[in-house]
């Protein structure tokens, strides 16, 4: 049986960043921020298993399936050491990595993300499995008001809806469903501690699905963290003007 590749694009020069995105995105998330970020950054986007240009390649996914699939790729570009950004699923990945694989991190950046499933976000992910079931469509029309709030959707209805109908033609929704069960596993939370790299946490105030109090529980257990808040946003940070705001938020938090 082959080596199990995933789908990634590099860009740029400098110290490495590796973008890692949520749920049923792709590395598509991140081309704002890899455009500000890669005149001064190595920058690396991958498509997790099962999503954008990745297959799926196995029967059961586990948050450390999807850790272990990242340092097979870092090995096989010969990176030791690596800034990690993860968005969501991609936070919670990235907290896994820098338990699992410290001397590999240089710094960790996190973007509305959890370090375990409680009550309340089994009860989310549940609500995921069940409007995934009855296919892509039902689960996008969950989400959006979960992750944007109403102005912004407002707003934006045509991209949407344009989102929606790319998104509908690429939808692996058994990978979607074995992620949610990787999710519904994870807990990672007794670890945090040992995590001593520079910890950047962002947040949205009005987050439906990875709650503030997450963010401030993350901000209080792992020692070497500091936490930005978001007042104009929920799940989804990345909304208008906050991608130059992050982006010069990324750059003071890399040089300090």
């Known amino acids: 049986m082959g080596k199990f590749e995933l789908n990634y694009v590099v860009e740029g020069d400098g110290e490495p960043l590796l973008f890692i995105h949520g749920l049923s995105d792709n590395m598509i998330y ?3 921020l890899a455009a500000g970020l890669k005149r001064n950054y190595q920058i690396i986007r991958i498509d997790l298993r099962g999503h954008g ?5 196995s029967d059961e996914i586990t ?3 999807y850790c272990d699939d990242l340092k097979n790729l870092l090995d096989d570009l010969n990176i030791c050491k690596v800034n990690l950004v993860g968005f969501s699923l991609g936070g ?17 950046v996190l973007m509305s ?9 089994k009860c989310i992910f549940n609500e995921f499995k069940s409007n995934l079931s009855k296919g892509f469509g039902e689960f996008y029309d969950y989400m ?12 934006n209805r045509d991209e949407l809806e344009i989102i929606k109908e790319f998104a509908l033609l690429n939808a692996n929704v058994e990978a979607y469903l074995k992620a949610c069960d990787a999710c519904l596993r994870f807990d990672v939370e007794d670890r945090l501690s040992e995590i001593t790299q520079p910890v950047l946490i962002l947040a949205g105030r009005y987050d439906e699905i ?11 257990m792992i020692e070497n963290s500091e936490l930005v808040v978001f007042d104009n946003v929920k799940h989804n940070l990345l909304v208008g003007k906050n991608n130059g705001v992050i982006v010069d938020i990324l750059n003071k938090f890399y040089k300090k």
């Not at 990875?210 to 209080?220: A, F, P």
Request: charge should be negative; charged fraction near 25%.
């Open 63 to 65: 948050i450390d399936l």
């Open 30 to 32: 991140w081309v704002a």
């Open 144 to 155: 959006i008001p979960k992750a944007l709030c109403p102005e912004v959707i407002e707003k």
């Open 210 to 220: 990875t709650l503030l109090k997450y963010q401030e529980s993350l901000h209080e």
């Open 113 to 121: 993300t959890f370090s375990r499933c409680d009550d309340y976000l």
């Open 92 to 108: 919670a990945i990235a907290l896994d990595f820098a338990v699992k694989y410290p001397d590999m991190v240089s710094s960790v």
């Open 53 to 57: 240009g990745s297959a799926l390649g």
